[in-house]
Protein backbone atom coordinates (compact mmCIF):
# COMPACT_ATOMS: atom_id res chain seq x y z
CA UNK A 1 0.00 0.00 0.00
CA UNK A 2 1.54 3.02 -1.04
CA UNK A 3 0.83 6.31 1.06
CA UNK A 4 2.80 9.59 0.89
CA UNK A 5 2.53 12.57 3.98
CA UNK A 6 3.78 15.92 3.81
CA UNK A 7 4.87 17.43 7.18
CA UNK A 8 5.84 21.06 7.71
CA UNK A 9 5.04 24.72 9.27
CA UNK A 10 1.41 25.96 9.03
CA UNK A 11 2.63 29.64 8.84
CA UNK A 12 5.62 31.42 7.41
CA UNK A 13 6.93 34.77 7.23
CA UNK A 14 7.46 36.98 3.90
CA UNK A 15 11.44 36.38 3.08
CA UNK A 16 11.72 32.89 5.44
CA UNK A 17 13.18 29.50 4.16
CA UNK A 18 10.11 26.97 3.62
CA UNK A 19 11.00 23.29 4.40
CA UNK A 20 8.91 20.57 4.07
CA UNK A 21 8.80 16.95 4.63
CA UNK A 22 7.33 14.27 2.55
CA UNK A 23 7.62 10.92 4.23
CA UNK A 24 6.14 7.75 2.59
CA UNK A 25 6.04 4.25 2.30
CA UNK A 26 4.91 1.16 -0.07
CA UNK A 27 7.73 2.12 -2.56
CA UNK A 28 11.50 2.82 -2.50
CA UNK A 29 13.40 5.74 -3.83
CA UNK A 30 16.49 3.57 -4.77
CA UNK A 31 13.67 1.16 -6.78
CA UNK A 32 15.50 2.22 -10.49
CA UNK A 33 12.53 4.34 -12.21
CA UNK A 34 11.28 5.84 -8.90
CA UNK A 35 10.17 9.22 -8.57
CA UNK A 36 9.00 11.59 -6.06
CA UNK A 37 7.58 15.17 -7.31
CA UNK A 38 6.40 18.35 -5.18
CA UNK A 39 3.21 20.06 -6.70
CA UNK A 40 1.15 23.07 -4.99
CA UNK A 41 -2.06 24.41 -5.65
CA UNK A 42 -2.87 28.11 -4.21
CA UNK A 43 -6.48 28.26 -3.31
CA UNK A 44 -9.17 28.18 -6.00
CA UNK A 45 -6.38 28.04 -8.43
CA UNK A 46 -4.78 25.41 -10.35
CA UNK A 47 -2.16 23.12 -9.70
CA UNK A 48 1.65 24.02 -10.41
CA UNK A 49 4.24 21.23 -10.61
CA UNK A 50 7.49 22.40 -8.41
CA UNK A 51 9.65 19.98 -8.89
CA UNK A 52 11.28 16.04 -9.20
CA UNK A 53 13.90 13.80 -7.54
CA UNK A 54 14.77 10.37 -9.44
CA UNK A 55 15.80 7.48 -7.67
CA UNK A 56 19.52 8.17 -9.40
CA UNK A 57 19.48 11.53 -7.44
CA UNK A 58 18.34 13.21 -11.12
CA UNK A 59 16.54 16.72 -10.04
CA UNK A 60 14.16 18.91 -12.30
CA UNK A 61 13.05 21.82 -11.21
CA UNK A 62 9.87 24.48 -12.31
CA UNK A 63 11.59 27.26 -14.49
CA UNK A 64 10.16 29.98 -12.48
CA UNK A 65 11.00 28.98 -9.21
CA UNK A 66 13.96 27.37 -10.05
CA UNK A 67 16.81 29.95 -8.21
CA UNK A 68 14.36 29.55 -4.86
CA UNK A 69 14.32 25.24 -4.61
CA UNK A 70 15.67 22.37 -3.42
CA UNK A 71 14.67 19.00 -3.50
CA UNK A 72 16.50 15.85 -1.66
CA UNK A 73 16.28 12.54 -0.75
CA UNK A 74 16.72 10.69 2.54
CA UNK A 75 16.66 7.09 1.11
CA UNK A 76 16.84 5.24 4.41
CA UNK A 77 14.59 7.26 6.01
CA UNK A 78 11.98 7.23 2.89
CA UNK A 79 11.83 10.86 2.76
CA UNK A 80 12.48 13.37 0.47
CA UNK A 81 12.62 17.24 1.74
CA UNK A 82 11.80 20.69 -0.49
CA UNK A 83 13.11 23.99 0.55
CA UNK A 84 11.45 26.98 -0.90
CA UNK A 85 13.54 30.27 -0.17
CA UNK A 86 12.61 33.83 0.01
CA UNK A 87 8.75 33.01 1.10
CA UNK A 88 5.86 35.17 -0.38
CA UNK A 89 2.17 35.93 0.60
CA UNK A 90 1.34 34.58 -3.26
CA UNK A 91 3.33 31.06 -2.35
CA UNK A 92 0.52 30.67 0.16
CA UNK A 93 -0.69 27.11 -1.29
CA UNK A 94 -1.02 23.66 -0.64
CA UNK A 95 1.58 21.81 -1.25
CA UNK A 96 1.19 18.15 -2.31
CA UNK A 97 4.32 15.62 -2.27
CA UNK A 98 3.30 12.47 -4.93
CA UNK A 99 4.89 9.30 -6.43
CA UNK A 100 6.02 9.79 -9.81
CA UNK A 101 7.55 7.36 -12.35
CA UNK A 102 10.15 8.18 -14.82
CA UNK A 103 7.94 7.65 -17.20
CA UNK A 104 6.09 10.33 -15.97
CA UNK A 105 2.70 8.74 -13.98
CA UNK A 106 1.95 10.82 -10.74
CA UNK A 107 0.09 8.18 -9.18
CA UNK A 108 -0.72 8.31 -5.65
CA UNK A 109 -0.69 11.83 -3.81
CA UNK A 110 -0.27 12.66 -0.29
CA UNK A 111 -3.25 14.04 1.69
CA UNK A 112 -1.50 17.84 1.18
CA UNK A 113 -0.13 20.41 3.88
CA UNK A 114 -2.02 23.86 3.58
CA UNK A 115 1.63 26.61 3.91
CA UNK A 116 0.58 30.38 4.52
CA UNK A 117 2.34 33.18 4.14
CA UNK A 118 1.79 36.21 6.38
CA UNK A 119 3.56 38.36 8.43
CA UNK B 1 7.84 25.95 -20.90
CA UNK B 2 4.47 24.21 -22.61
CA UNK B 3 1.65 25.30 -22.59
CA UNK B 4 -1.85 23.85 -21.43
CA UNK B 5 -4.85 25.49 -22.10
CA UNK B 6 -8.10 23.44 -21.02
CA UNK B 7 -11.68 23.68 -21.99
CA UNK B 8 -14.11 25.22 -21.68
CA UNK B 9 -13.19 26.24 -17.87
CA UNK B 10 -16.54 25.52 -16.32
CA UNK B 11 -19.23 23.07 -17.92
CA UNK B 12 -22.83 22.59 -16.88
CA UNK B 13 -23.91 19.06 -17.41
CA UNK B 14 -27.10 16.41 -15.77
CA UNK B 15 -26.34 12.95 -15.18
CA UNK B 16 -26.47 11.01 -17.57
CA UNK B 17 -24.87 13.10 -19.90
CA UNK B 18 -22.20 12.86 -21.93
CA UNK B 19 -19.16 15.27 -21.12
CA UNK B 20 -16.06 16.16 -23.05
CA UNK B 21 -13.49 18.30 -21.87
CA UNK B 22 -10.03 19.64 -24.48
CA UNK B 23 -6.69 20.43 -23.19
CA UNK B 24 -4.44 22.04 -25.91
CA UNK B 25 -0.54 21.60 -26.17
CA UNK B 26 1.65 25.38 -27.32
CA UNK B 27 3.86 22.42 -28.71
CA UNK B 28 3.17 19.10 -29.70
CA UNK B 29 3.61 16.62 -26.68
CA UNK B 30 2.79 13.18 -28.63
CA UNK B 31 0.64 11.43 -25.92
CA UNK B 32 2.45 12.53 -23.20
CA UNK B 33 -0.85 13.41 -21.10
CA UNK B 34 -2.66 12.69 -18.30
CA UNK B 35 -5.89 13.53 -16.69
CA UNK B 36 -6.71 14.28 -13.06
CA UNK B 37 -9.65 14.24 -11.26
CA UNK B 38 -10.21 16.52 -8.10
CA UNK B 39 -12.93 16.80 -5.34
CA UNK B 40 -12.84 19.77 -3.00
CA UNK B 41 -10.32 19.56 0.12
CA UNK B 42 -8.71 16.41 -1.76
CA UNK B 43 -5.76 15.37 -3.38
CA UNK B 44 -6.19 14.69 -7.28
CA UNK B 45 -6.79 11.27 -8.87
CA UNK B 46 -5.28 10.07 -11.70
CA UNK B 47 -7.24 9.07 -14.31
CA UNK B 48 -5.54 9.01 -17.68
CA UNK B 49 -2.26 8.56 -18.49
CA UNK B 50 -0.49 8.63 -21.95
CA UNK B 51 -3.22 10.46 -22.93
CA UNK B 52 -5.56 7.08 -23.39
CA UNK B 53 -4.89 4.30 -21.30
CA UNK B 54 -7.10 4.02 -18.24
CA UNK B 55 -5.90 4.06 -14.79
CA UNK B 56 -6.29 0.87 -12.93
CA UNK B 57 -9.43 1.20 -10.92
CA UNK B 58 -10.90 4.02 -12.86
CA UNK B 59 -14.66 3.50 -14.10
CA UNK B 60 -14.68 2.87 -17.69
CA UNK B 61 -17.37 5.52 -18.50
CA UNK B 62 -14.13 8.10 -18.66
CA UNK B 63 -11.99 7.92 -21.41
CA UNK B 64 -9.22 10.00 -22.96
CA UNK B 65 -8.01 10.58 -26.93
CA UNK B 66 -5.69 12.68 -28.73
CA UNK B 67 -2.04 13.06 -29.86
CA UNK B 68 0.42 16.22 -30.61
CA UNK B 69 -1.16 19.31 -29.69
CA UNK B 70 -5.16 18.64 -28.79
CA UNK B 71 -6.14 16.56 -26.36
CA UNK B 72 -10.04 15.19 -25.15
CA UNK B 73 -10.99 13.94 -21.57
CA UNK B 74 -15.03 11.86 -22.33
CA UNK B 75 -16.99 10.70 -19.80
CA UNK B 76 -19.45 8.62 -21.33
CA UNK B 77 -22.50 9.17 -18.63
CA UNK B 78 -21.95 11.51 -16.29
CA UNK B 79 -22.44 10.12 -12.87
CA UNK B 80 -23.05 12.09 -9.30
CA UNK B 81 -19.61 10.95 -8.20
CA UNK B 82 -18.45 12.81 -11.47
CA UNK B 83 -19.28 16.57 -10.32
CA UNK B 84 -15.54 17.33 -9.78
CA UNK B 85 -12.25 19.38 -11.34
CA UNK B 86 -10.27 17.82 -13.97
CA UNK B 87 -6.92 18.63 -14.67
CA UNK B 88 -4.79 18.00 -17.53
CA UNK B 89 -0.91 17.67 -17.72
CA UNK B 90 1.96 17.21 -20.16
CA UNK B 91 5.12 15.08 -18.96
CA UNK B 92 6.40 15.65 -22.55
CA UNK B 93 9.45 17.57 -20.84
CA UNK B 94 10.49 19.42 -17.81
CA UNK B 95 8.54 21.70 -16.50
CA UNK B 96 5.79 19.79 -15.90
CA UNK B 97 2.73 21.86 -16.58
CA UNK B 98 -1.07 21.43 -15.82
CA UNK B 99 -3.99 23.25 -17.35
CA UNK B 100 -6.27 25.59 -15.38
CA UNK B 101 -8.90 23.03 -14.93
CA UNK B 102 -12.35 22.49 -15.61
CA UNK B 103 -15.05 22.67 -13.19
CA UNK B 104 -17.60 20.10 -13.75
CA UNK B 105 -20.92 21.61 -12.07
CA UNK B 106 -24.20 19.75 -11.66
CA UNK B 107 -26.94 21.59 -14.11
Known amino acids: QVTLRESGPALVKPTQTLTLTCTFS??????????VSWIRQPPGKALEWLAR???????YYSTSLKTRLSISKDTSKNQVVLTMTNMDPVDTATYYCARTHSVGTIDYWGQGTLVTVSS | DIQMTQSPSTLSASVRDRVTITCRASQSISTWLAWYQQKPGKAPKLLIY???SLQSGVPSRFSGSGSGTEFTLTISSLQPDDFASYYC?????????FGQGTKVEIK
Open chain 1, 53 to 59: IDWDDDK
Open chain 2, 89 to 97: QQYNSFPWT
Open chain 1, 26 to 35: GFSLSTSGMC
Open chain 2, 50 to 52: KAS
